[in-house]
């Protein structure tokens, strides 16, 4: 203690080393949370956490395989077949008795021409129970005229995209004509504007009640192409649609095997800001390592006068991880504050755009890993050269 007091510059180089790793290691792991947030926030917005539906047919050759003969002559293609789910109701309700499950909600997809006057524009309209789809993809929050409320009172309203809408030239209270790809067409009341910040979504995409996308299909009341799940955990959605797709009969798919490539870069940047995160971290220990190591050099007579006197090698290492554990917690104290203003900063900094405030957040669980490795580093900095001083032997010092 009295040489971490009369040597205040060392040791305040050493903690200043280790503030800025500890710092550096919370700002860039609050970053990495505050960017997957964001990013899976975008995603819920358009995708269900589990999609059931009816998956594309390939054809199968002509003549079954024997042996090791394959038939040359085969047909791979996608059979033309109905998407449409058999006994829908059934099967959305065998799903919300599933446990983990809180909400299973039916879709009819349906490619449209959207058109008025001379203007034509080719997209998607999502036929949706609209209170149901609102509490999965959360679409009131995005609805930036007119409200979900019209769309529910208004059997042929339509809530456009803001970039269908502007390049249509269309406001809410205007009418529009939708044409189906089996060629039926609809006037539709435009009831409000949603921007869900993806510009290929809002150029494109349509919400209109179930039953007018079924009539724009030439279906029934029971015709349904989509069922919609959401579960209490997303992160484990993977691992039910395996079993929804053995109970259901249809293919079932999570939104990260619908999003894949984006899952994959969001793997790639965690690992790459936990390698450089704690790469900081270690050169920071290296800090306190290298003040240590001084000191013992500094300090080896002293040394050898204690182990004479009868201290024992776990006193000395002691002595010197005390110290290490000291500067370390000083530096660690610093470091979660300093980490802790920066976050604070600039999740209040507004980058405009389609991210809006800057995607960081501030996670309890990161500041408290901050700690656990600070730590861990600051007691391997100290133990290693407390190791080097607990072997030294005092009569070959003394006989220098």
């Known amino acids: 203690m009295t040489y971490i007091v009369t040597k205040k510059k060392l040791t305040l180089v050493a903690a200043l080393g280790v503030t800025i790793g500890i710092a550096i290691y919370i700002f860039m792991n609050s970053m ?6 964001k990013s899976t926030e975008l995603v ?21 395989a024997k ?6 002559i085969i047909n791979p293609s996608v059979v033309p077949e109905s998407d449409k789910i058999v006994d829908p109701e059934k099967i959305i309700s065998l799903l919300r008795q599933q446990p983990d499950v809180t909400l299973v909600t039916p879709q009819v997809t349906v490619s449209v021409f959207y058109n008025n006057g001379k203007s034509q524009i080719t997209g998607s309209s999502y036929g949706v129970r609209i209170s149901e789809a609102d509490r999965m993809f959360n679409i009131a929050t995005t609805v930036v005229e007119g409200s979900i409320e019209d769309l529910k009172n208004t059997p042929n309203g339509i809530l456009l995209g803001v970039g269908v809408a502007a390049k249509m030239s269309v406001r809410p209270g205007d009418n529009i004509s ?3 790809s089996r060629n039926v067409t609809k006037v539709m009341k435009v009831v409000g504007l949603f921007q869900s910040n993806n510009s290929q979504i809002d150029k494109t995409k349509s919400y209109i009640n179930i039953s007018a996308a079924q009539q724009l299909l030439q279906e029934g009341p029971e015709y349904v192409s989509d069922i919609n799940i959401s579960v209490i955990n997303p992160d484990k959605a993977p691992n039910y649609s395996a ?3 053995d109970l259901t009969g249809y293919k079932a798919e999570d939104w990260k095997a619908a999003n894949a490539t984006l899952v994959a870069a969001a793997n790639m940047r965690r690992i790459m800001i936990t390698v450089i995160a704690l790469s900081i971290l270690l050169v920071a220990g290296f800090g306190i390592y290298n003040i240590l190591n001084m000191t013992i050099t500094q300090k080896i007579n002293d040394i050898a006068i204690l182990k004479a006197m009868g201290f024992r090698g776990r006193d000395v290492v002691r002595i010197f991880v005390q110290q290490a554990m000291i500067i370390g ?10 980490a802790a203003l920066l976050v604070f900063q600039l999740s209040r900094t507004y980058v405009g755009g389609d991210i809006g405030y800057f995607p960081i957040r501030f996670e309890w669980s990161v500041f408290f890993r901050g700690l656990i490795f600070g730590l861990i580093v600051t007691l391997g900095a100290g133990y290693i050269p407390a190791k080097k001083a607990a072997n030294v032997d005092p009569v070959s010092i003394f006989r220098r």
């Open 67 to 72: 042996g090791n003969k394959v038939p040359v």
């Open 243 to 245: 079993k929804f797709s």
């Open 178 to 180: 939708i044409t189906s």
């Open 329 to 338: 917690m000083i530096g660690i104290l610093m470091g979660v504050i300093l």
């Open 32 to 37: 990495m949370v505050g960017f997957d947030k």
């Open 44 to 64: 819920f917005r358009s995708t269900a956490h589990i999609r059931v539906y009816k998956d594309e047919v390939m054809s199968l050759p002509l003549l079954p």
